[in-house]
């Protein structure tokens, strides 16, 4: 079956500017993560959406950073006023319930100009 | 709160040797679960073994396994007869067992491979 999915691929924008990432998980799984991977470092938690539960943002690292998940399955991260320091991969990841093990979609890399 | 630290940046290994790369955590949790992903120049990250803290044998999966030291919280990979496909960036992951199902990463490892 399908995989994670992430669009876009790349994306450049201008310092200030606002972005919208996107993540279509795996048909099915109820929990989903972003990340982030800035150059040389380690993945980065962000946010964890689980069902209908209330997300555990605690890993947004300012205001400028929010996501949302509809209806269970798709969701969008959203940066407000991008910075420089922004620039990073982020990733996405699907698992099935509270199971351990999630799978990974290709991420989107980020360039702020 | 929970840390995850590989402190190896960068390894080389030849083709068809052995290498072990290291990582270390630290957690006052008694149940939780440790991993080892692999990221290609993909960027797919890509799940090789996991290890369960409450099990006492030590993970294998073919030419991967970990050597998992609880009271010493020490949990390396260690991959035997080292392939060209092996060569990527590995991280050291840990998660709790219940309750946040937060992922907590380490900065990484980047393997080479010789030919």
């Known amino acids: 079956g399908a995989g994670v999915s992430q669009s876009p691929s790349n994306k450049v924008t201008e310092k200030g500017k606002d972005v919208e990432l996107r993540c279509d998980p795996i048909s099915g799984h109820t929990a989903l993560y972003w990340y982030r991977q800035s150059l040389g470092q380690g993945l980065e938690f962000l946010i964890y959406?689980?069902?209908?539960?209330?997300?555990?943002k605690s890993g947004l690292p300012s205001d400028r950073f929010s996501a949302e998940r509809t209806g269970g399955s798709v969701s969008t991260l959203t940066i407000q006023r991008t910075q420089q320091e922004d620039s990073a991969v982020y990733l996405c990841?699907?698992?099935?319930?509270?199971?351990?093990?999630?799978?990974f979609g290709p991420g989107t890399r980020l360039t702020v100009t | 709160a929970q840390t995850v630290t590989q402190s190896q940046p960068e390894m080389s290994v030849q083709e068809a040797e052995t290498v072990t790369l290291s990582c270390t955590y630290d957690?006052?949790?008694?149940?939780?679960?440790l991993f080892w992903y692999k990221q290609p120049p993909s960027r797919q990250m890509i799940l090789v073994i996991r290890?369960?803290?409450?099990?006492?044998q030590n993970a294998t999966e073919n030419r991967f396994s970990v050597n998992f030291q609880k009271a010493a919280k020490s949990f390396s990979l260690k991959i035997s007869d080292s392939q060209l496909g092996d060569a990527a960036m590995y991280f050291c992951?840990?998660?709790?067992?219940?309750?946040?199902?937060?992922?907590?990463f380490g900065t990484g490892t980047r393997l080479k491979v010789l030919a």
């Open positions: 992951a840990y998660r709790r067992f219940s309750g946040t199902y937060k992922y907590i």
């Open positions: 957690t006052s949790e008694s149940d939780y679960y």
């Open positions: 990841a699907s698992s099935f319930g509270n199971s351990y093990e999630q799978y």
């Open positions: 290890q369960e803290a409450y099990k006492q």
């Open positions: 959406f689980q069902g209908n539960s209330a997300p555990d």
